[in-house]
């Protein structure tokens, strides 16, 4: 309730004024942001990048673990036959017709084609745990250029956020101390129309008869009402608030 009364006492130039100086603070605390540039998504883009990869090698290792245990079971089950085929072999020996001679034989030809059907899966097997230790190396590989490129583009962003981040601070400080100098409202429309404009300006000068966010011509009675700094009014086209270059502290005839 305080606040309110204290912001109906602000003069609507007053509170102009003040929210130029808010723009020309928010717009140095941008071009920071843009000296960094595109160093922050790089670096947020190389992390997922390297986490991925992290993904893609344990995938890998379970994969080879998963054939390596196939290949113990297939191994595991070509002794099992040598085993059968040995006990067919010795009962052979010693059967009674060729009946009993002629089954056990084919439990042994049987047994065979097992021991080649499991040597078949384990040579299957061993190809592709090669197959997948070649892919281990080479995201290794990879993995390994894309964590130096990170180490320089985090340690670039880093230096540059260091240089940047006693001046950036220094700024939000002022930004924060202006906003009490304008009306809650005026400013929650300038915060909305800073977040959809692209060069990120909520509030523009008149320049050469124009708005100085869209450049559509102002008609005079409008300019007029500009420079009479009775009420917010912003442009019909683009939406941006407008002010009088002599508010702005600009030099109007210079333009």
């Known amino acids: 309730m305080a606040a309110e009364k204290k912001n109906d006492t602000l003069t609507v130039e007053s509170r102009l004024k003040s929210l130029y100086e808010l723009q020309t603070i928010l717009s140095e605390i941008d071009r920071i942001k843009t000296i960094r540039g595109e160093l922050p998504l790089e670096v947020k883009d190389l992390e997922d990048q390297i ?17 390596s245990r196939s290949v113990a079971a297939e191994k595991e ?6 085993a059968l085929i040995s006990k067919y072999n010795e009962q052979m020996d010693n059967v009674r017709n060729n009946r009993e001679y002629d089954l056990l034989h084919k439990e042994v030809e049987f047994q ?10 384990i040579n ?41 981040r006693q001046e950036e601070e220094a700024l939000r400080a002022k930004a924060k101390n202006l906003e009490p100098k304008i009306d809650e ?22 320049q050469r008869n124009a ?13 007029m009402e500009i420079r009479m700094h009775k009420k917010i009014i912003v442009c019909e086209y683009c939406g941006r608030i407008m002010i009088d270059p002599t508010l702005a502290g600009v030099d109007d005839t210079a333009q």
């Open 51 to 67: 986490a991925g990869l992290h993904t893609r090698i344990d995938n890998f290792s379970h994969e080879i673990e998963d054939l």
């Open 77 to 82: 089950k070509i002794k099992n036959c040598q």
């Open 112 to 121: 065979t084609l097992e021991i080649e059907l499991a040597q078949k899966h």
């Open 124 to 164: 299957d097997h061993s190809r592709a745990m090669d197959n997948r230790q070649a892919d281990i190396q080479a995201t290794r590989e990879r993995l390994a250029d894309l964590e130096h490129i990170l180490s320089e583009k985090q340690s670039e962003l880093d230096e540059i956020v260091s240089e940047t």
């Open 185 to 206: 409202r005026t400013l929650t429309a300038f915060k909305r129309i800073r977040k959809n404009a692209r060069n990120g300006l909520g509030i523009v000068y008149v």
């Open 211 to 223: 708005c100085g966010g869209c450049f559509n011509r102002i008609p005079p009675q409008k300019q």
